[in-house]
């Protein structure tokens, strides 16, 4: 008796998880005429316009804004060095001086020769006018002049090429040669120096494709160094290139001031901060509304309680948020949570 009372106290049970489970079937369940039958319940937002704060910080190296390797232009030994690293030296200063003696004499020759060539064509002009040269005479004279005058400036520059001296104003970094070392002249010169010019310096950097089309020539950046904590220097970018790396990224320079305060030296690595892609007002929906990956993104749609799978173009990610670029308009309904369940043109209840 008993257990005959056990089996009909589960069978009751039973037919009252079956019909709770029937129940809940029909409700979460529809047939409608055109043949959608699964109601799926999700959440959604609409999609809006924020301002997205975007932000990209890149490493880069400083150099400087000119860079010269000082060469001999005629060969010889050196007789004074005027030079040592670490000075400042302005455009034209004289660093070494190579032994001058025969180009000094050959100088003062080709002057003499030109002086008296030049006297001897002025006095067979006034011979000429007077009619007491003929016109191979004077034709003689004036190529002799023009000969003379050649030589001349040979001699003198070869003559000032034994001063070596900057090409721009800078500081020398480097000084390869001593009094005594012997130097060879064009077309295999010897290196005597190196000078940089830091008063303004570059920062050469890469850039990825999408950053590329969004910065421009002239935006402004701020930079910092570690060995300045909490100084920021002003800059600018001074060129993208139109053409990408081998690692499809794209070299961009950037212009600033070298301050006297806090000065920088070429070679040391700084942190850019692009301020220019800050607070721009785009569609952003929430980073969870995405199905799939981000290099193949699509969300569902709610239209008419029907969600509708879409493509969309996505950009730049903001904490929870994620830029869409396109496919997807402002005042939308996004599907947020529940997507994970749905598939294309199924009916949905919106929580």
Same mark, same amino acid.
């Given at each position: ?7 009909? #106290? #589960? ?24 043949? *959608? ?24 190296? +400083? ?10 232009? !005629? ?16 455009? $034209? ?18 002057? !003499? ?22 016109? &191979?005479?004077?034709?003689? #004279? ?10 001349? *400036? *040979? &001699? ?7 001063? *070596? ?5 800078? +500081?020398? /970094? #480097?000084?390869?040669?001593?009094? @005594?070392?012997?130097?060879? @002249? ?50 600018? +970018? ?8 081998? !690692? ?5 320079? +950037? ?10 030296? !070429?070679?040391?690595?700084? %942190? ?5 892609? %800050? ?8 980073? &969870?509304?995405?199905? @799939? ?21 996505? $950009?730049?990610?903001? @904490? ?8 997807? /308009?402002?005042?939308? /309904? ?18």
């Amino acid at each position: 008796m008993k257990r005959w009372k056990i089996i009909v #106290a #589960a069978i009751v049970v039973l037919a009252i998880i079956v019909s709770v489970l029937a129940f809940n079937k029909k409700k979460m369940s529809a047939v409608s005429s055109d043949g *959608i039958k699964d109601v799926y319940y999700v959440s959604v937002e609409k999609a809006s316009k924020k301002y997205l704060s975007e932000t990209l910080s890149l490493v880069g190296t +400083i150099y400087a804004n000119n860079d010269v390797n000082i060469f001999a232009e !005629a060969a010889g030994k050196i007789t004074a060095v005027f030079v040592k690293v670490g000075e400042y030296k302005s455009a $034209g200063t004289v660093l070494f001086q190579i032994d001058d003696e025969l180009r000094k004499a050959a100088y003062m020759s080709a002057e !003499a020769n030109f002086e008296k060539a030049k006297k001897d064509y002025e006095r067979l002009q006034s011979l000429y006018q007077q009619r007491s040269a003929t016109d &191979a005479q004077l034709d003689q #004279a004036k190529l002799g002049a023009v000969l003379a005058e050649a030589q001349f *400036i *040979i &001699a003198k520059r070869q003559l000032e090429d034994t001063k *070596i001296k900057t090409p721009i104003s800078g +500081i020398i /970094t #480097a000084s390869y040669v001593n009094v @005594g070392s012997m130097l060879q @002249g064009p077309p295999q010169q010897t290196i005597v120096a190196n000078i940089i010019d830091i008063s303004r310096l570059k920062i050469k950097l890469n850039v990825s494709e999408k950053d590329a089309f969004v910065l421009k020539v002239g935006d402004q950046v701020k930079v910092t160094v570690d060995v300045y904590p909490g100084v920021k220097f002003n800059g600018k +970018i001074e060129s993208i290139s139109s053409k990408a790396d081998e !690692a499809h990224t794209f070299p961009v320079e +950037i212009i600033i001031n070298n301050e006297r305060t806090y000065p920088l030296k !070429a070679g040391m690595f700084v %942190r850019v901060d692009f301020s220019s892609l %800050r607070e721009r007002e785009t569609i952003v929906i929430p980073r &969870a509304a995405l199905v @799939g990956s981000v290099k193949n993104p699509q969300l569902f749609v709610i239209e008419n309680r029907i969600a509708k799978l879409r493509n969309v173009t996505v $950009g730049k990610e903001s @904490g929870l948020f994620i830029q869409v670029l396109a496919g997807l /308009t402002e005042g939308e /309904t996004v599907v947020v949570n529940g997507q994970n369940n749905l598939v294309d043109n199924v009916k949905v209840e919106i929580l």
